[in-house]
């Protein structure tokens, strides 16, 4: 027979309020390590909550698909989260005309060589076809990734875990490596940021300094779109 304890538990873990729970707890131990760390970019909140919670499921031997039956309420908050980025955008919008034309030729570039590079060192290193697809869109925001990895032929669940890795990579390493290359002008480090790893570098650059990240949120916005144009224009030129 069960102790009330037990049956507590039982109850819980069938809960969506348990998959809830869990991530937003998951993420405020993150962040209160983030905090303590003073915001080192290399303590990141998204990567800590993310062992967590895949510790607890493995651990737990709870299938992904019940986590996220109970967890999509922040999943559907992703929306206007992204939306609300519209708002530090707007008090930078005469900082954004004024750098109409830098941002067009850094978008172009960065959006390339995103996919360029990534893309030739797999295949210089035996990757296959249906990997190289998926590889190809990781620097654009996860729904517009993996629609784009479907189309050339990828693996949209590969491509969403290269999408999470990149941005958690991109704002971990991402303001190191501004700072080894001199660059000051929070403009420019924000769209960097948000070029090279869309909403999760975004919010660090948005704890970090609110032109950067108003920026970040326009390098994100823009480059899904340039993504979706270039990316199957240089698959069909090159493959």
């Known amino acids: 027979m069960s102790t009330p304890l037990e049956q507590i538990w039982v109850y819980l873990s069938a809960s969506p309020l348990a998959a809830l729970t869990v991530t937003l707890v998951a993420y405020q131990a993150g962040f209160a390590l983030y905090r303590r760390s003073g915001y080192h970019p290399l303590v990141n909140p998204v990567l800590i909550a993310v062992a967590i919670i895949a510790g607890l499921l493995v651990g737990g031997g709870i299938d992904y698909s019940v986590y996220f039956d109970g967890a999509q309420f922040v999943h ?99 303001p190191l490596v501004l700072d080894l290359v001199r660059v000051r002008d929070w403009r420019a480090r924000g769209f960097a940021i948000g070029v090279a790893a869309h909403g999760i570098g975004t919010s660090r650059a948005l704890l970090v300094n609110e032109t950067a990240g108003a920026f970040s949120g326009l390098a994100m916005g823009l480059n899904a779109i340039a993504t979706a144009l270039l990316v199957p224009f240089l698959w069909r030129l090159f493959f």
Do not use: H, N, W
């Open 76 to 174: 559907f908050l992703l929306g206007p989260a992204t939306v609300a980025l519209a708002i530090p955008l707007y008090r930078q919008i005469e900082r954004v005309r004024r750098s109409a034309m830098a941002i067009a030729v850094s978008l172009v570039a960065g959006s390339a060589f995103a996919a360029v590079s990534a893309v030739g060192i797999a295949g210089f290193l035996g990757a296959s076809d249906a990997t190289l697809a998926s590889l190809a869109p990781k620097s654009a925001t996860a729904p517009v990734a993996m629609g784009i990895a479907t189309s050339l032929g990828g693996l949209p669940s590969l491509t969403a875990v290269l999408v999470i890795l990149t941005g958690i990579l991109g704002a971990a390493l991402g």
